[in-house]
């Protein structure tokens, strides 16, 4: 149980376009999602969390007019890299925490997604 | 805010012991843990509640010091398949944010 599927998983996008990031909770309900960027062998930079219904919480230094988040319902979340140049090149990772629980749960993260802008 | 891990890598022979640290200079509720292998998304390991609590899976376990913020991940009697890249996540208060330390990479030779 606890699948989180995440789309697309790669994308190659031209500078200045647009580009919309899936992530859905399969089998489970999420409250609460979270956004990670990843570069090679570094570490997981949180970017913003995003709540069912609400607007997102977004970290200190992450522009939220360029990293639109989403979260309609309590199975997607999505995020929108506006106007994408070579520097948003990285790897975007969702992760989900499920409701209803008694204790703490762990994240389930989606496989990512490599983003290349040319 | 960012944990910090130590050591950053550690090379292994199948069969040998790791130990993974992880500390905070902030008050802790709770520390996951979390290995990821390359090109993949980071697979749970466990969470350490404040308390003390001493988790198990396998042989993997890890402790949570709440008294220091600190936690260690343990890794016995390593296999090939424990390589990849070790993350711990700190969590300040319940369902709040997860922030994760840079990482320690373990390579396991046979």
């Known amino acids: 149980g606890a699948v989180v599927s995440q789309h697309p998983s790669w994308v190659i996008c031209k500078s200045g376009t647009s580009v919309k990031i899936e992530c859905r909770s399969l089998?489970?309900?999420?409250?609460?999602m979270f956004w990670y960027r990843q570069f090679p062998k570094q570490s997981l930079m949180l970017m913003a969390t995003s709540n069912e219904g609400s607007k997102a919480t977004y970290e200190q230094g992450v522009e939220k007019d360029k990293f639109l988040i989403n979260h309609a319902s309590l199975t997607l979340s999505t995020l929108t890299v506006t106007s994408a140049h070579p520097e948003d090149s990285s790897f975007y990772i969702c992760?989900?925490?499920?409701?209803?629980?008694?204790?703490?749960?762990?994240?389930?993260f989606g496989n990512g997604t490599r983003l290349t802008v040319t | 805010q960012q944990p910090v891990q130590s050591p950053q890598a550690v090379i292994l022979r199948e069969g040998e012991d790791a130990v993974i640290n992880c500390s905070s200079s902030k008050a802790l509720y709770s520390v996951h843990w979390y290995r990821q292998k390359h090109g993949e998304a980071p697979v749970f390991l466990m969470i350490?509640?404040?308390?003390?609590e001493q988790k198990g899976h396998e042989k993997i376990s890890a402790s949570f010091n709440e008294k220091k913020q600190q936690s260690s991940l343990y890794l016995t009697a390593s296999q090939l398949s424990y390589s990849g890249t070790y993350f711990c996540?700190?969590?300040?208060?319940?369902?709040?944010?997860?922030?994760f330390g840079k990482g320690t990479r373990l390579h396991i030779l046979p």
């Open positions: 992760s989900a925490r499920g409701t209803g629980r008694k204790y703490n749960s762990p994240l389930h």
């Open positions: 350490l509640l404040k308390g003390g």
């Open positions: 996540g700190t969590e300040r208060g319940r369902d709040d944010k997860i922030i």
């Open positions: 089998d489970f309900q999420a409250t609460t």
